[in-house]
């Protein structure tokens, strides 16, 4: 019912920088949380950062001062702005959202809370 697509991956060089997209599609009735997870080779999937519905923010060590999450509500799209990027930030980034699906039936309409995921898109930093 919902689907979530990440864009603007790519390779950049250490000290570069990138904007990711992840756009939210589907029966949305609201979206709480949103927020971003990375993975790289041999590694646990980790949390990068996080944004709720009013715009608060939290962030992993290793990223604060160099990562920016936004949200556009409006369009049901987050964003990561990674600056001074690091050989370490290698990874595929994810896409996460907490949100409300409404579903319509003959009888009823009926809202479920879904954990939807994107399904990456790919930062490599390296020189």
């Known amino acids: 019912q919902v689907q979530l697509v990440e864009s603007g991956g790519g390779l950049v060089q250490p000290g570069g920088s990138l904007r990711l997209s992840c756009a939210a599609s589907g029966s949305i009735f609201s979206i709480n949380d949103m927020g971003w997870y990375r993975q790289a080779p041999g590694k646990q999937r980790e949390l990068v950062a996080t944004i709720t519905s009013g715009g608060s923010t939290n962030y992993a060590d290793s990223v604060k001062g160099r990562f920016t999450i936004s949200r556009d509500n409006a369009k049901n799209t987050i964003y990561l702005q990674m600056n001074s990027l690091k050989p370490d930030d290698t990874a595929v980034y994810y896409c996460?959202?907490?949100?409300?699906?409404?579903?319509?039936?003959?009888?009823?309409?009926?809202?479920?809370?879904?954990?939807?995921w994107g399904q990456g898109t790919l930062v490599t930093i390296s020189s």
């Open positions: 996460y959202a907490d949100l409300v699906v409404r579903t319509y039936y003959s009888w009823e309409t009926r809202d479920n809370r879904v954990d939807a």
